[in-house]
């Protein structure tokens, strides 16, 4: 399966709202709310922001939240912190002819 | 404590293979999918498979399949990532990664992470 694909890079001023956008097609994120976002600071293991497209777990700040249209998932960041700097990665479910999962090639966050 | 613990980094010589291992505490081992992820140096992650560590039952990325076995012993709450016949592009990082639904059913999210292992792949 094909990677997604995500823009390499994407900035914004603190207490700024950002948008990352993650394209598939019909057979992964078109088909399934199986789409979940992670965060990964250098040099440290990915860390999950958002699950089944729009979920939140406990302890990730209301500030990240998750959509889906058609076949584009986004991620976006409000109120923008310093903190918020890192890569991040969306990945979906690429459907029962793989069984398998498949992300997106990143997104470098930069807070200016 | 809810974590996973990986062994050591590990440097191996083309055409060799390599055995990472993933321990888990803190949560019922057999209760959750064990996916393996790995990230090359600069790059992005990539997903590599699965393991059911209740029956073993695995499910490889089509660019892994013959090429990696992941295995598990619940006696221990380890699971287990070879990869043989290694190549320099497989230099990476490789995760264990737990998913984040409780039973039989594949959520397809990771919510624990273990702290990865740098394999490296060089004459």
């Known amino acids: 399966q094909s990677a997604l694909t995500q823009p390499a890079s994407v900035s914004g001023s603190p207490g700024q709202s950002i948008t990352i956008s993650c394209t598939g097609t019909s057979s992964d994120v078109g088909s399934y709310n199986l789409v979940s976002w992670y965060q990964q600071h250098p040099g440290k293991a990915p860390k999950l922001m958002i699950y089944e497209v729009s979920k939140r777990p406990s302890g990730v700040s209301n500030r990240f939240s998750g959509s889906k249209s058609g076949n584009t998932a986004s991620l976006t960041i409000s109120g923008l912190q310093a903190e918020d700097e890192a890569d991040y990665y969306c990945c979906s479910y690429a459907g029962s002819s793989t069984f398998g999962g498949v992300f997106g090639g990143g997104t470098k966050l930069t807070v200016l | ?123």
């Not at chain 2, 613990?5 to 440097?11: C, D, L, T």
């Not at chain 2, 699965?50 to 709450?77: E, L």
């Open chain 2, 1 to 123: 404590q809810v974590q996973l613990v990986q062994s050591g980094a590990e440097v191996k010589k083309p055409g060799a293979s390599v055995k990472v291992s993933c321990k888990a505490s803190g949560y019922t081992f057999t209760g959750y999918y064990m996916h393996w992820v790995r990230q090359a140096p600069g790059q992005g992650l990539e997903w590599m498979g699965r393991i059911n560590p209740n029956s073993g039952g695995t499910n490889y990325a089509q660019k892994f399949q013959g090429r990696v076995t992941m295995t598990r012993d619940t006696s221990i709450s380890t699971a287990y990532m070879e990869l043989s016949r290694l190549r320099s592009d497989d230099t990476a990082v490789y995760y264990c990664a737990r998913d984040g639904v409780y039973g039989d059913y594949v959520g397809w999210y990771f919510d624990l992470w273990g702290r990865g292992t740098l394999v490296t792949v060089s004459s």
